[in-house]
């Protein structure tokens, strides 16, 4: 992607599916076509949107999630797998690249995955959200390094966070170290309140301005039928509400159409490339404008791994004796 080229984006908000994957992807179908009939060529989701976000474990004590819980279990995406070979096909037919969250299923555990499509349906980045935030981690596993990691897609370097991972600095920085043009950013929407939408739009605003990227993101909805089958108290019912900001924000930290704080619907805007440069020409955080050898980031980014080298520690201290004894070099 050139220095001087336009894309045209598409940030999404739309509710899922409560009773079924199958019924949550038809309408990312759905909006994916949309998008790309008005010219899209990347289209961004909310969090966890395949099947849905577990709201209810916000409003629920645990000792009642058990049933929503194995639920989601049941409706959770296995990567590869069916689900994705929809969307790839999808991106493939449509040529659009397709950032979408889903509740990954990894055998006995869920996770909470960001997955970058690239306009050829190639998956290019299957990353998971590293640490689980409050009710979460009643629900997800954790994430690793190897996840902190920028794509090369047909719109550009592409990068992804979830939710209250932008509020850790450091794994924001080790996405800006990798170059990235577009930021992928991705909340569940419909939760905790409109204080929740006002500190998303300050979070992805000074992300724009300090990465020198444009952010497009993306939060999920609730119709009021939803939020009531959700929980039966009314005054839980309030947490389920506000929370919405889907925006795209340029490298100035401006917004590049009025976001969307309530409702369905797919907001649109081009970006111009050339923006890039001319933040980062004044303050390049990870360039002219860094000082590393005061201070650096150290990114452990291998995959994590039950299963090891059999090389044992008795091993490793017989070799060790050996050469000290001068009969091993």
Same mark, same amino acid.
């Given at each position: ?5 336009? *894309?045209?984006?598409?940030? *999404? ?27 899209? @060529? ?17 409003? &629920? ?29 999808? $991106? ?16 006995? &555990? ?8 690239? $306009? ?25 390094? &190897?996840?902190? @990691? ?23 920085? $080790? ?81 590049? $159409? ?19 440069? @001319?933040?980062? !020409? ?22 994590? &791994? ?17 050469? !000290? ?5």
């Amino acid at each position: 992607m050139g220095e001087r080229d336009i *894309v045209r984006v598409a940030a *999404v908000q739309i509710a899922p599916d409560l009773d079924s994957q199958a019924g949550t992807l038809d309408r990312v179908l759905a909006a994916l076509t949309e998008a790309a009939g008005k010219g899209a @060529k990347l289209a961004v989701f909310p969090e966890t949107f395949v099947p849905w976000y577990p709201y209810f474990s916000f409003v &629920s004590p645990p000792v009642l999630t058990g049933a929503e819980h194995v639920r989601l279990y049941e409706h959770a995406v296995v990567v590869p797998g069916p689900a994705t070979e929809t969307i790839a096909a999808a $991106a493939r037919r449509l040529g659009i690249v397709v950032a979408l969250g889903v509740n990954e299923r990894d055998h006995g &555990s869920l996770y909470n995955a960001q997955l970058i499509f690239d $306009a050829d349906g190639a998956l290019l980045l299957k990353r998971r959200k590293i640490t689980p935030t409050f009710h979460e981690r009643m629900i997800w596993g954790q994430g690793d390094g &190897s996840g902190l @990691k920028v794509v090369d897609t047909a719109v550009g370097r592409v990068g992804a966070l979830a939710c209250w991972e932008h509020y850790n600095p450091l794994a924001r920085y $080790a996405l800006m170290a990798q170059h990235e043009q577009i930021h992928v950013s991705q909340f569940p929407g419909s939760l905790v309140g409109p204080i929740f939408a006002e500190q998303i739009e300050v979070t992805i605003r000074h992300h724009a301005l300090e990465s020198g990227c444009f952010v497009v993101n993306s939060t999920g909805w609730l119709s009021e039928e939803q939020i009531a089958r959700i929980s039966p108290d009314e005054k839980l019912r309030k947490g389920l509400t506000g929370g919405c900001m889907t925006a795209i924000v340029s490298p100035e930290g401006r917004h590049l $159409a009025p976001p969307l704080t309530s409702g369905e619907g797919i907001l649109i805007a081009d970006l111009d490339m050339a923006l890039i440069v @001319k933040r980062k !020409r004044m303050m390049d955080s990870v360039g002219h404008y860094a000082r590393p050898e005061l201070l650096a980031l150290a990114l452990d980014d291998r995959h994590s &791994s039950l299963l090891r080298p059999a090389t044992s520690q008795a091993a490793c201290q017989r070799r060790a004796r050996l050469r !000290r004894a001068g009969q091993l070099t």
